[in-house]
């Protein structure tokens, strides 16, 4: 499975930008479509996640601001960032998990977003 992101790039605070994700090389399905970021310094950290069957969950600073969504047929997952604030800035990987029994997971190669005051 290769994950290919796109959409990041410099925005000033304030903005807005879309963050999308393919998946391709597989005819798996995925529970699991999420987004992850790691800020300079600082450890990966979840920032968005989507199962097939559950509710999006969300850090709780990105909550009010930031929507995940997935296309299960295109095997797509975007990411919609409104507000970014300066803080927003970092690597954002996405990530994908496979339902089967052991799970499988997949990493993007990650894009960089560059949020300035």
């Known amino acids: 499975v290769q994950l290919q992101a796109s959409g990041g790039g410099l925005v000033q605070a304030g903005g807005s930008l879309r963050l999308s994700c393919a998946a391709s090389g597989s005819n798996s399905r995925f529970d699991v479509m999420a987004w992850h970021r790691q800020a300079p310094g600082k450890q990966r950290e979840l920032v968005a996640s989507?199962?097939?069957?559950?509710?999006?969950s969300y850090a709780d600073s990105v909550k009010g601001r930031f929507t995940i969504s997935r296309d299960n047929a295109r095997k797509v997952v975007d990411l919609q960032m409104n507000d970014l604030k300066p803080e927003d800035t970092g690597v954002y990987f996405c990530?994908?998990?496979?339902?089967?029994?052991?799970?499988?997971?997949?990493w993007g190669q990650g894009t960089q977003l560059t949020v300035s005051s």
């Open positions: 989507s199962t097939m069957v559950g509710r999006p």
């Open positions: 990530y994908v998990e496979t339902p089967w029994i052991p799970r499988t997971e997949y």
